[in-house]
DNA sequence: CCACGATAGGTGTATCTACACTGAACGCAT
DNA sequence: ATGCGTTCAGTGTAGATACACCTATCGTGG
């Protein structure tokens, strides 16, 4: 099998790679003072949009795998962001936004804005 | 401040780390029975196309940063794929891949072009 | 020559990411 | 009621990612 090294060159995956950290450090340089990844401030807007959502269809709506899920959402109930909750299926841990957690997205909004406004120049 | 929740559910960032990870599954999903991540893949292409190359400049080339190229190419040194050269900049390190590297591409390379041709399609 | 800013690269630390595997609870069919 | 496949979530492990900070070397102006 010969190796095109030219179609290796524009592969989509290093493509959108490229691009996706090329976005994050953009936004992640705006969201650091407030103590914020990307992938935290997505999930405490998706909350905060959603209500309270069990961790896999928190992770679809995400599109991230569901044990990235369980990582990161410990390390947000941690900082007392989010809390998960009980519900009628013991299964299920349904994340819900707590106060703090959205007074941390209040006053990170503006950094995230100011990213989301100037993304387009990247 | 306002917080304008609508806007935070399409944010530029968090869509283009979704597609990312969704295409990055898919190429790793037929890289894996070659032991190669969607990164590693694209550092021995860079390399077998433009020769030896300054961890700087192929950091560059691939969008990293430069200290992240460092723990990769350490892994990929360690597996025999590259090696880091003297040169006359003693500071520098050049990469190069080695010939069993340049073996794991091609052994490689239809998954990887299997992955390509059906990325459209996520 | 040599001091000093510039440049190449590495380390400590933290988070993101995901697959393979595991445990627990659920619900249905018998 | 109970056995069993399904579903929900966690753990072990490994690599990706990047910032802040560090060391070593280089080149140049004085």
Redesign the pocket.
């Known amino acids: 099998m010969h190796v095109d090294l030219l179609a290796c060159a524009v592969c989509h995956c290093l493509a959108a790679?490229?691009q996706?950290?090329?976005l994050?450090?953009h936004y992640?340089?705006r969201l650091?003072r407030h103590?914020?990844?990307?992938?935290?401030f997505?999930?405490l807007a998706s909350l905060a949009l959603a209500g309270p959502?069990?961790?896999?269809?928190?992770?679809e709506l995400?599109?991230?795998?569901?044990?990235?899920?369980?990582?990161?959402?410990?390390?947000?109930e941690?900082?007392g962001w989010i809390s998960?909750e009980k519900?009628?299926?013991?299964?299920?841990?349904?994340?819900r936004l707590t106060a703090a957690g959205r007074r941390k997205l209040d006053s990170a909004y503006p950094a995230w804005k100011a990213a989301q406004d100037s993304a387009a120049t990247i």
Chains 1, 2 share one sequence.
Request: without cysteine.
């Open positions: 790679r490229k996706a950290r090329a994050t450090r992640e340089s650091r103590g914020l990844k990307a992938t935290q997505s999930v959502t069990p961790m896999g269809e928190l992770a995400l599109g991230l795998e569901r044990t990235t899920l369980t990582r990161g959402a410990a390390l947000l941690e900082k998960a519900a009628d299926d013991r299964r299920a841990r349904p994340l």
